[in-house]
């Protein structure tokens, strides 16, 4: 069973320690740092090989994505889920490891886009869709999209990590055999694949299999939101987001099946649930919602559970920051900067703007993102700084220097 926070707020403040370094040092034959999915689909990350040549135990998500849903699986596995109604973002995952007192936090950037052609070509493997018959054998070549510059990929290291669950799959000649049960529905499964010589770099990514002729079943996942005491505004739940709806039924049939205890809810024109609790106390609120088919027959039915509790209020501040880069990454491209690593993690971010401009390259500002590029062509290595200013959603004004130190 999933469950999803649909409503994130800060329930700690804690001193950050010490300030994080991610670097970059060389451009990789594989970029280990970007990935890249079409809208609806799926890539993987190995927390245990992650955490063991990190030399870290443990691993958390410290920032909710905007364009997509993550998960973490039995199998040790970072799941993320590119949104079906995005298309050509990127987003940064923040994520922070311990191992006892010691803490290093660092990013993974998503990029989500359906033209190849921005695919650079060290991207690694890219997620798959492919649509099979049912009962009949189908070979998937997963390798073909597949971005490797001039890597040598070990085609013997293509291997099936989660199997798919309403189907068979097997490696034939570097390909992937693929056979749907019989009466069964869509599929998804992983696969991971290697770059050769003696420091392989792997990726896992997701491939989608819709079956022709298959019969749809619904499929609904139970949400969570968590709402402060002293919060009575309007909450928008986006419970149809994380379900799988078949075509023959309506989202505009949603509606409210069982009302909720200490508030209301009622559904908005987007097929949203809007609740606001009424309680101003701690306690634990249940609705139930109801989507029918496009006939009014055959309801389908799944709660939300909503959690009300006291927040801690929210201690606004930013740190000074920094970062190592490539000369040669950041001549050929625009870099994000992420600066929302040295953010107290409640803060929203309403708008930025630059008071100072590094002196050696340029920042440029896109959707509450900081993109560097380096001026400079000449491959030496320099130390550029800037100031920025960051106006929060609650209006407090707070400023911090970044740095980037370019090295050769």
């Known amino acids: 069973m999933m469950v999803l926070c649909l409503v994130c707020a800060c329930d700690e403040i804690i001193e950050v320690e010490p300030a994080i370094k991610p670097t970059t040092t060389t451009i990789s034959l594989i970029d280990t740092k970007n990935y890249y999915t079409p809208p609806n689909n799926f890539i993987a990350i190995d927390l245990k090989v992650l955490l063991k040549s990190s030399g870290y135990t443990s691993i958390k998500i410290e920032s909710a ?29 923040i994520y922070k490891m311990t191992n006892g007192n010691a803490i290093k936090r660092d990013t993974i950037k998503v990029n989500i886009t359906s033209d ?68 069964n529905q869509d599929d998804i499964f992983f696969y991971q694949i290697c770059t050769g010589g003696s420091n392989p770099v792997c990726r896992i990514v997701g491939v989608r299999v819709d079956v022709e002729g298959t019969w749809c079943k ?11 005491k002293y919060d009575t505004s309007v909450q928008k739940i986006k419970v149809l987001e994380n379900d799988k709806i078949c075509d023959d039924y309506d ?118 993102k900081l993109l560097y590029k380096l001026k400079q062509q000449d491959g030496k290595e320099y130390t550029d700084q800037f100031k920025y200013v960051i106006t929060t959603t609650n209006g407090e004004i707070l400023k911090a220097n970044f740095t980037i130190r370019i090295k050769k």
């Open 65 to 93: 994505p905007q364009y997509g849903k993550y998960s973490f699986s039995k199998t040790g596995y970072l799941i993320y889920k590119s949104d079906s109604t995005k298309n050509e973002v990127s987003e940064l995952l």
């Open 116 to 183: 190849n052609n921005k695919i650079p070509c060290n991207a690694g493997a890219i997620p798959d869709f492919f649509t099979v018959k049912v009962n009949t054998p189908t070979v998937l070549d997963v390798l073909k999209n597949d971005r490797f510059c001039n890597a040598i990929v070990d085609s013997s290291s293509l291997a099936i990590l989660d199997k798919p669950a309403f189907g068979t799959v097997e490696i034939i000649k570097n390909k992937i055999v693929y056979t749907p049960s019989s009466g």
């Open 218 to 228: 619904n499929i609904l996942i139970p949400d969570v939101i968590v709402v402060d």
């Open 251 to 368: 989202i505009k049939s949603l509606k409210v099946s069982i009302n909720p205890q200490f508030g209301k809810a009622t559904v908005n024109a987007n097929s949203e649930i809007e609740y606001s609790q009424t309680i101003k106390q701690e306690a634990n609120d249940l609705l139930e919602y109801t989507i029918y088919d496009k006939n009014g027959n055959n309801p389908q039915k799944m709660f939300v559970e909503i959690l009300i509790r006291t927040i801690p209020a929210c201690k606004a501040y930013v740190k000074n920051g920094e970062m190592e880069l490539s000369a040669s990454q950041v001549q050929s491209s625009e870099v994000e900067l992420p600066y929302r690593l040295y953010l107290a993690s409640c803060v929203g971010v309403k708008s930025i703007t630059i008071e100072t401009q590094p002196i050696y390259g340029m920042i440029r500002i896109e959707d509450k």
